[in-house]
């Protein structure tokens, strides 16, 4: 009896304190978007996907902030040089980040780490950092840098470039006064970020609309959304598109807390 009482007991001790530690304030000392705000702006969020915008401006260096502990992509929007990261009680201590291509992504794996950033170049490094907020499966499979690819002049391209069981990722290249069918599937939403400036029109069930995506910004599809896109420009328009294959993960380890900050609805990107 006394046995059970003990394991009762215990049993109950181990839920209130689970139930305590999950209510208790999430420490924002370190949170990128306070420690850099010049820096890290938060692009988009919702269930399913954050995307954050980062600039190390010429010889920046920015002081100690946590890094996502999320599986990501980072999509670099110019060609830049290395950039140094200075991990804090961790045995790898600084390690340089190589340059980076304008228009090409790698995949990481998530990653409980606290750094300061250095930028010893003269030229800034500009990239979104695009965070997978849906249920993890088979992680271990994200990474790989992924490059741009020759598409003839005129043409159409949908070059899938990465899968797994969590995500897949897709590079598409719409020629200029060509349409290219962009629809999602009944329960796979997806998000388009934009490469090179485009100039496109929407087609869906609610009429057609014009969008005009500055290179980084994003357009969001939701699951079993119909939809046309013609390159109305004169240069071809290049857009990674990520589908979200599993569903919205509340990880509690996600230090972020995005209520404190301002992002761009879907609406405010068009």
């Known amino acids: ?21 999950q209510t208790q304030p999430k420490d924002q000392s370190k949170d990128p978007l306070k420690v850099a705000p010049q820096v ?12 954050m915008r980062v600039r190390y401006g010429p010889r920046e260096k920015i002081a100690e902030h946590y890094h996502t502990e999320r599986p990501s992509a980072y999509v670099y929007l110019n060609d830049s040089g290395p950039i140094i990261f200075k991990h804090v009680d961790l045995p790898y201590g600084d390690i ?30 500009e990239f979104l950092r695009v965070e ?24 159409n391209s949908h070059k ?6 969590q ?4 590079r598409l290249v719409i020629a200029p006064h060509k349409k290219m069918d962009v629809s ?25 609309a014009r969008v005009n995506l500055e290179m980084g910004k994003t357009r969001w599809l939701a699951a079993g959304q119909q939809e046309e896109l013609e390159n109305s420009g004169d240069a071809a328009v290049e857009l990674l598109r990520f ?18 900050h301002k992002h761009p609805s879907d609406h405010e990107q068009e």
């Open 1 to 21: 009896m006394i046995k059970i009482l003990f394991r009762v007991v215990m049993l109950a001790g181990l839920i209130l304190g689970e139930t305590f530690a």
């Open 40 to 51: 890290y702006k938060l692009e988009f969020d919702n269930e399913w996907v954050r995307v």
């Open 96 to 125: 340089t980040r190589p340059a980076t291509k304008a228009g090409s992504f790698r995949l990481y794996q998530a990653v409980k780490e606290v750094h300061a950033v250095e930028n010893p170049t003269d030229t800034p490094s």
């Open 132 to 155: 997978f907020k849906t249920e993890p499966i088979n992680k271990d499979s994200l990474r790989g840098k992924f490059h741009r690819e020759p598409v003839p002049p005129g043409e």
């Open 160 to 165: 899938l470039q990465f899968e797994n069981e």
């Open 167 to 170: 995500i897949r990722v897709a």
């Open 184 to 208: 999602t599937n009944g329960t796979e939403p997806a998000l388009l970020v934009a490469l090179t400036p485009s100039q496109l029109q929407a087609a869906g069930h609610t009429g057609k």
């Open 243 to 260: 589908e979200f294959k599993t569903k919205p993960f509340n990880d509690p380890n996600d230090r972020m807390d995005v209520h404190d």
